[in-house]
């Protein structure tokens, strides 16, 4: 297909695959602005209808402009909302935009979190006595949602836009039925939480949906003129449903009531996991524009930025959170649209397949409620949006005023015809490694800095030890530039492109050159794969390698980068190119093959090397006349061995060629250099060993007749020792027990995307489990009453340290598992955690009809069983167990329902624990007041014979009985008692006495 330019040469048509729907992006952006919606109707008072229509006419020409910008395609598809401001816009209003927006995805993910958290504060608190306010349950939502969006997950895919839509849907029909709003299940609103115009400032958060639709766009076809309606659909879904709830104006009741606390924590936590997405994007475009801290300061501002929102859940209300995030979208409005205010109609507007009319009536209108909408905030919302903004003015001030990358601004200004002038902050730095490929790595450097209008960097690193002195170092690093500089000569360099020559020391060659390109600030480091190179190293190999193991050396060695390029590929801060062969002098056709999803830079660095007038294509095979390939990586995510596979090299070797990974996000990179330290500590098994533990794995997950006898052996051995209340039996029964073999097998399973393996595994536990009930069950109903219930009720009441036991034990169990030389530890592992124990436990309450019993020991069992499941995994991971490519999708759903499970019952634990805490505490405390009213009572005249202790408002209810032999208790001196405990205890004490005439009888 060609198309021809105004000039008569044909342009380059790019054709790119998308991988996502619009209807996936409106259901992410419906999430929030719903969640929001139920966040505003569970105060202490609903808002009026009018509140959300009203809403709706004031948001729509905010909207509106947003969709204008995003229609006119020049917008840059990075940073969602942020991509909006043009490329030409002062560095200043950049860094504002961008700051403001990270301000406003902070705030949301704070108020979403804390939502979700009251939302199971409902739904577990009649059970377990929970109070509603409990600001730290948020965390937990925020934790889980991080967890997914760090697995490398898509903020929306197909079943999650389904769940959306079902939810909406139950959510209507709730509604419809006059359904709750979570009233009661909420902390209480701000006191400017009930009026018309805060309810509108609360929904005006609901503005970032833009943000989380815009910021989907490169994975949706192009929308072009229906933008206004992609973008208005959100908003107007949440304003027509919370008007619709709003008008029904009824109390919930019943199990409407629980069913809308499960659809706002599903919706919840997906509008969530889109906001921590469109944040930690952000992040990274402002970081690579450099208007934030890179390199080795990245991780550190990502872990800052990530400390907002649970800040946020802890110390702010939700009102003053909601607010903060509606007045960071509204005064970015504000720093999008005023500029636009100067023109006049229809000049500095680029073209666009959507215009408002009357300009700048749209962009005014956008700008005046930016800066009105914020007066109806409370004073310390505006006050902490203040604090944030001299924050970040400070910020820019010191960094990013002189460090921001103008690059972009530069080539916006070109004009056709003049020159091109090279930016002062890129860089391509072409790193020599063999002597072999220099000639045609320079020459390919050369073509991609001139095409980028960057400087070109030679770089040859020698890797001398630390220990040679200065004077032999510099020495070598001299000859080397010579070296260097002969390679110059057999090529010929553009006499305009600025270009240096980079001799550097280090004790490793990979970290020197990842050290000099984050020195350099490059964009782009490009590298030469070279075959002969290649043989020459194998052929010295071969000498150290037995003659039996090499064809499988040569075979592992060919389907995997040379380790030099693999080790700079998985750790250079920027984007990296890998040279294979020599490029043509004209590269007619050029064509991209994508082993992901297609990405820019892949056709920017396409473009950069195709001939004028030449073609950039894609395909997923190369053509028998394509000049040139290229060929991007895999998205990798934490836990990838490789970003290229054999099939991909195996192509790049038939011609010339180009292996691209992207630039990555720092955070991705920072957590793939920790897990290679943490992987490092543990000392990865070889392949070999690898094989044979899976194979034992595998055996183990097989459920045979020395499983269910020993099973059954276990359970009566179990079931004795409780009913004896014998520590020693039942830590024989856990000896014999062989459910720890399955479990962890169900793990090795996960860790390899084995979904047999896993089916095998679940089923033998769940054998094991009902067999060990039954066991208990009978034996229960056959014996006499037990000796005493010790050991059985201390296994009814589980906590979070419980957990803490139960991820330690699987850990071990893991590691022992896999390395033979400390499979002796294995028994003390089987200690460490009760399995069958608690499950006659479960057979005890069934056969008594006690379910809080039963329930409880389930608990603890299910406990162990996902804490070991969890950290049996990790470990394997850490030991180098990976997925098949063509199983990654089973790995990272079992993962994620592995994380998801622990997270659900750590929530119970931690009502436990918190009820345990307070019992003890109460305990203490009626303790305390015992003692205290016998130290105040004189032993001869009265005695207090019962105290009980209650919390009550405002301070505590003390109810006592006393003795009085002398009449010595009276109204004062029992006010006299209530004012002594008063003081002790330092909060107000109600006593209400009871007074017994008593005598004393018998000997002393």
Not at 432 to 448: C, H, K, M, N, Q
Request: aromatic share 6%; charged share 15%; hydrophobic share 55%.
């Amino acid at each position: 297909m060609h198309s021809q330019a105004a000039n008569g040469k044909p342009e380059t048509v790019i054709r790119t695959r998308r991988l996502g729907r619009l209807s996936w992006g409106l259901a992410l952006a419906a999430a929030l602005t719903v969640a929001l919606d139920v966040f505003a109707l569970s105060g202490p008072g609903l808002p009026p209808p009018a509140a959300y229509l009203f809403s709706l006419a004031l948001f729509a020409p905010l909207l509106l402009t947003y969709a204008e910008r995003a229609a006119s395609g020049r917008s840059r598809t990075a940073g969602g909302l942020w991509g909006l401001l043009p490329n030409r816009a002062a560095v200043w209003r950049r860094f504002l935009g961008g700051w403001l927006l990270l301000l406003g995805y902070g705030a949301l993910a704070a108020l979403l979190g804390r939502s979700l958290g009251q939302a199971l504060a409902f739904l577990v608190g009649p059970g377990f006595a929970l109070p509603l306010d409990l600001p730290w349950l948020g965390l937990a939502p925020l934790l889980l949602a991080l967890a997914v969006v760090l697995t490398g997950a898509a903020p929306i895919g197909s079943w999650r836009a389904k769940l959306v839509y079902g939810g909406l849907l139950g959510l209507l029909l709730v509604v419809g039925r006059q359904g709750p709003l979570l009233t009661g299940a909420t902390v209480a609103a701000a006191p400017w939480g009930a009026s018309l115009w805060a309810a509108v400032a609360l929904l005006a958060a609901g503005l970032g949906s833009a943000g989380l639709l815009l910021g989907y766009r490169r994975r949706m076809p192009p929308l072009r003129r229906r933008w206004p309606a992609a973008l208005l659909t959100p908003i107007v879904i949440g304003g027509l449903l919370g008007a619709l709830a709003a008008a029904s104006g009824l109390s919930p009741t019943g199990w409407a009531e629980t069913a809308l606390a499960l659809l706002h924590l599903l919706l919840g936590l997906i509008a969530l996991i889109g906001v921590l997405h469109a944040g930690l994007r952000l992040l990274t475009a402002l970081a690579e524009r450099r208007l934030l801290p890179g390199g080795r300061a990245r991780p550190w501002l990502l872990a800052i930025g990530s400390a907002l929102p649970p800040a946020l859940i802890l110390l702010a209300l939700p009102g003053l959170t909601a607010a903060l995030a509606a007045l960071a979208f509204l005064w970015f409005t504000v720093l999008l649209n005023a500029p636009d205010l100067r023109a006049a109609s229809g000049r500095m507007r680029p073209p666009s397949a959507f215009h408002l009319p009357f300009h700048p009536l749209f962009p005014g209108l956008a700008a005046a409620i930016g800066l009105l909408l914020p007066l109806a905030l409370p004073l310390s919302a505006l006050l902490g949006g203040a604090v944030w903004l001299l924050t970040g003015l400070l910020l820019f001030a010191l960094y990013a005023r002189r460090r921001a990358d103008l690059r972009g601004q530069e080539e916006a200004a070109l004009r056709p015809g003049e020159p091109a002038r090279f930016a002062t902050g890129g860089a391509v730095v072409a790193a020599v490694t063999d002597p072999y490929s220099a000639p045609a790595l320079i020459e390919t450097g050369a073509r991609l800095a001139r095409a980028r209008r960057a400087r070109l960097i030679i770089l040859q690193v020698l890797a001398l030890s630390a220990q040679l002195p200065q004077k032999v170092r510099r020495f070598q690093a001299q000859e080397q530039l010579a070296t260097v500089q002969g390679y110059l000569e057999r090529v010929r360099l553009p006499p305009d492109l600025p270009a240096a020559i980079l001799v550097r020391t280090a004790e490793e060659e990979a970290a020197g050159i990842i050290e000099a390109a984050r020195e350099e600030g490059a964009d782009l480091l490009l590298l030469a794969w070279a075959e002969r190179s290649r043989r020459e190293v194998m052929d010295r190999l071969w000498e150290q390698i037995a003659p039996e193991e090499q064809p499988a050396a040569e075979a592992e060695a060919a389907e995997a980068l040379p380790p030099l390029l693999d080790a700079v590929v998985r750790a250079a801060p920027c984007a990296v190119a890998i040279l294979h062969g020599r490029l043509p002098e004209r590269a007619e056709r050029v064509r991209v093959l994508t082993a992901g999803e297609a990405d820019d830079a892949a056709w920017d660095l396409a473009r950069s090397l195709a001939a004028q007038g030449g073609r950039v294509e894609a395909g997923p095979r190369p053509a028998p006349d394509d000049d040139l390939l290229v060929l991007r990586s895999a998205p990798s995510g934490l836990l990838e061995q490789e970003f290229f596979d054999g099939a991909t090299l195996a192509v790049a070797r038939r011609r010339p060629s180009l292996l691209l990974r992207p630039a990555e996000a720092a955070y991705r990179l920072w957590l793939r250099r920790e897990w290679a330290a943490l992987t490092d500590l543990f000392a990865a098994l070889t392949e070999t060993e690898r094989e044979q533990v899976a194979a034992q794995m595998r055996q183990a997950a097989r459920p045979s007749v020395n499983f269910f006898v020993l099973i059954t052996l276990a359970a009566t051995i179990a079931t004795f020792g409780l009913l004896q209340n014998s520590v020693a039996v039942i830590i024989g029964a856990m000896l014999v027990a062989p459910l720890m073999s399955p479990i962890a097998s169900l793990a090795m399973g996960i860790v390899q995307g084995d979904g047999d393996l896993m089916r095998v595994a679940g089923e033998a536990i769940a054998k094991g489990v009902a067999l060990a009930i039954g066991v208990g069950v009978v034996i229960t109903l056959i014996s006499p009453d037990p000796f005493g219930l010790d050991q059985i009720v201390s296994r009814t009441r589980p906590i979070l340290l419980d957990l803490g036991v139960a991820l330690a034990s699987g850990a071990a169990a893991g590691y022992a598992l896999s390395r033979k030389e400390v499979s002796a530890a294995l028994p003390g592992v089987s200690i460490s955690v009760a399995l069958v124990p608690p499950l006659c436990v479960v057979g005890y309450g069934l056969a008594k009809a006690n379910l809080v019993i039963a329930g409880g020991a389930f608990l603890l069992f299910s406990t162990n069983v996902i804490a070991i499941i969890l950290a049996a995994a990790l470990v394997f991971l850490l030991l180098g167990f990976r997925p098949l490519p063509a199983q990654e999708e089973y790995f990272r759903r079992g993962l994620l329902v592995s994380l998801a499970s622990l997270f659900l019952i750590a929530i119970p634990l931690g009502v436990l624990l918190n009820i345990s805490l307070s019992q003890q505490k109460q305990a203490a405390l009626q303790q305390r007041v015992g003692a205290l009213l016998e130290e105040a009572l004189p032993p001869d005249q009265a005695q207090a014979a019962a105290v009980h202790l209650a919390a009550v408002e405002g301070g505590y209810r003390v109810e006592a009985t006393f003795y009085d032999f002398t009449g010595f208790l009276d109204e004062e001196a029992v006010a006299r008692l209530q004012a002594r405990l008063s003081a002790e205890l330092g909060a107000a004490v109600t006593l209400r006495a009871v007074i017994l005439d008593a005598r004393r009888a018998g000997g002393p």
